[in-house]
């Protein structure tokens, strides 16, 4: 079963805007990870955020952990037409199993 | 460049037949996994390595083979293919098995007819 789950599934916006996505798990985690993934290629890991860490900043990326209500956001400003991608977020879990995958935002950033 | 190296990119199969995909990473990491990516159910890990000599099964390992003999190439077999593996096949590896990110190679498509 699926760990991570992004909202929304789909985004379009013009260049320029902010973009976020959100994302929910299930069970006590490590860390949580975002990853960009362009059409035909691999994903691209973007930012770690730690289970004891609130928010994590790169560049034009933000990302927001709250472990109370087990979600993350992953904000783009400014957004670019080359930030078009889809978005991917995973989660390392206490249990230690595993990395799990979310199925993705795919974003659109229109010029 | 510094990175992982899949190959083949694509590939076409015919049921029963059986091949290996490669992946090769230059970064000394220890930690090597396989995952394949289908339409609605994101990333699914098939088997993992922590080091040379030691690997073990991830979420849907049923159909593949791996091993670990250098630290650096960690190959995926299909043992007899079947439509079913048809899908996109992601190496990625990491210093350690826990708190790093990944860096992922850029895959292999795989059609089995």
């Known amino acids: 079963s699926q760990q991570g789950e992004e909202d929304p599934q789909a985004l379009s916006i013009q260049e320029g805007e902010n973009a976020t996505m959100n994302c929910s798990y299930k069970?006590?985690?490590?860390?949580l990870q975002w990853y960009r993934q362009n059409s035909g290629r691999g994903l691209v890991h973007l930012i770690l955020i730690r289970s004891n860490e609130r928010e994590k900043h790169s560049g034009r990326l933000r990302v927001t952990l709250d472990t109370s209500k087990k979600s993350s956001s992953l904000l783009i400003t400014a957004s670019r037409a080359a930030d078009t991608a889809s978005y991917f977020c995973?989660?390392?879990?206490?249990?230690?199993?595993?990395?799990?995958f979310g199925e993705g935002t795919q974003l659109t950033v229109n010029p | 460049n510094a990175g992982v190296t899949q190959t083949p990119k694509f590939q076409v199969l015919k049921t029963g037949q059986s091949m290996t995909l490669q992946c090769a990473q230059d970064?000394?990491?220890?930690?090597m996994s396989w995952y394949r990516q289908d339409p609605g159910m994101g990333l699914r890990l098939i088997h993992y390595?922590?080091?040379?000599?030691?690997?073990d099964q991830g979420e849907v390992p049923n159909g593949y083979n791996v091993s670990r003999s250098t630290t650096e190439d960690f190959p995926l077999r299909l043992l007899s293919a079947a439509p079913s593996q048809t899908s996109v096949y992601f190496c990625a590896s990491s210093y350690s098995r826990f708190g790093y990110g990944y860096t992922f190679g850029s895959g292999t498509r795989l059609t089995v007819v």
């Open positions: 995973a989660t390392e879990e206490t249990s230690g199993s595993r990395l799990t």
């Open positions: 069970t006590s985690i490590n860390n």
């Open positions: 970064m000394n990491h220890e930690y």
């Open positions: 390595s922590v080091g040379a000599g030691i690997t």
